[in-house]
């Protein structure tokens, strides 16, 4: 069973909304730095947003301030993206991804701090 699940993608029209959860099935979450990232073919993973372990520091992608928001329930184990006026250049497997460092200050935008990854899930936004 992978550690981090995602769900809530799907194919909508642009302007839609839709929110993507990633539920940590092991049980660490609540210490651990959240992110969510986006990927299409042929292209390199792109940072979405992020939140720390505590909820208290959030950084997004410029391009996606005002339309994404990112949100953690630590009692849940689940982090959250909730994704509106979605666009079709939103298109793209969307993962969620758990930071390495333990309780980090501020959130890291490059993959490469993220150890733990989900499965990735569809998001297609039609025109």
């Known amino acids: 069973q992978e550690r981090l699940v995602e769900s809530g993608g799907g194919s909508v029209q642009a302007g839609a909304s839709l929110r993507l959860s990633c539920a940590d099935t092991?049980?660490?979450?609540?210490?651990?730095?959240m992110g969510w990232f986006r990927q299409t073919p042929g292209k390199e993973r792109e940072f979405v947003a992020a939140i720390s372990w505590s909820g208290g520091h959030i950084d997004y992608a410029d391009s996606l301030k005002g339309r994404f928001t990112i949100s953690r329930d630590n009692a849940k184990n689940t982090a959250y993206l909730q994704m509106n006026s979605l666009k079709s250049e939103d298109t793209a497997v969307y993962y969620c991804?758990?930071?390495?460092?333990?309780?980090?200050?501020?959130?890291?935008?490059?993959?490469?701090?993220?150890?733990?990854w989900g499965r990735g899930t569809q998001v297609t936004v039609s025109s």
């Open positions: 092991e049980r660490t979450f609540s210490g651990y730095a």
């Open positions: 991804a758990q930071d390495v460092s333990y309780r980090r200050a501020v959130v890291s935008i490059s993959p490469r701090d993220y150890g733990y």
